[in-house]
């Protein structure tokens, strides 16, 4: 789910299907390392300004509670609830920053 209205730059807010995860044998550092290549590869595709991809992500430990309204009636994500209930997490989003282009693709975090 896309954060950061009204930001300097957008993130996004990643809720997991654990039995695909589980499935492919994938452990914590293989799940960022994937969300890190994807938001790279978007990032690549759409250019470099911070408004255009996600440059945050932050992997939610608990899905979308229907009980406090994060899902509709419908089965859609309600985003209003979803940030509302995550705010303080939300914020706290870890950075991906892509690889410079001249080197090979590295994992890179920022304090």
Sequence with gaps: ???GHERNEV???VFLNAQAVKARGLDEAAVR???RAAMCKLAAE???GSSTHPVRSLVMSEPPSIDANEITDKGYINQ???LD???P???GCTPIRPAPKS???TRREIP
Aim: proline content about 4%; overall charge positive.
């Design 11 to 13: 993130g996004a807010l």
């Design 89 to 91: 997490r939300s914020s």
């Design 46 to 48: 759409t250019g470099a």
């Design 1 to 3: 789910m896309i954060t």
């Design 103 to 105: 080197s090979s693709p």
């Design 80 to 82: 209003r609830a979803v």
């Design 33 to 35: 390392e994937h969300l």
């Design 85 to 87: 209930r995550r705010a």
